[in-house]
């Protein structure tokens, strides 16, 4: 089971960037879904996370309003929209698949991960 992320890059302050986690060899919507990031010299943190079948999300705080968790289990991918973003919010994001139909705060709960992709916002 593999996830791949995509979707990051450099952006201004201000900006808004989509990430996509796509899944292969296996069915995305057997996984909830979450979002976590981890910024240089900082531990993972938990982002956002999305049912199976995306009627439940949860958002951290610090970005509530901004980030917007979705799916689209025909396409076997999920996304991770984030507007407005801060320098702050650089990191690199990753996509995980817990085997459950609501998402975990913890990354321990989670299985399986993509690789990674970086986000950069200047200011």
């Known amino acids: 089971a593999q996830l791949v992320t995509s979707g990051g890059g450099l952006v201004q302050a201000g900006g808004s960037l989509r990430l996509s986690c796509a899944a292969s060899e296996f069915r995305l919507d057997d996984y909830a879904i979450g979002w976590f990031r981890q910024s240089a010299g900082q531990e993972r943190e938990f982002v956002s996370g999305i049912s199976y079948n995306g009627g439940y999300t949860d958002v951290a705080e610090s970005v509530k309003g901004r980030f917007f968790v979705s799916r689209d289990n025909a396409k076997n991918e999920a996304y991770l929209e984030m507007d407005i973003l801060k320098p702050e919010n650089t990191a690199v994001y990753y996509c995980?698949?817990?085997?459950?139909?609501?998402?975990?705060?913890?990354?321990?709960?989670?299985?399986?991960w993509g690789q990674g992709t970086q986000v950069t916002v200047s200011s």
């Open positions: 995980a698949g817990h085997a459950r139909d609501y998402p975990s705060q913890s990354e321990e709960d989670y299985t399986t």
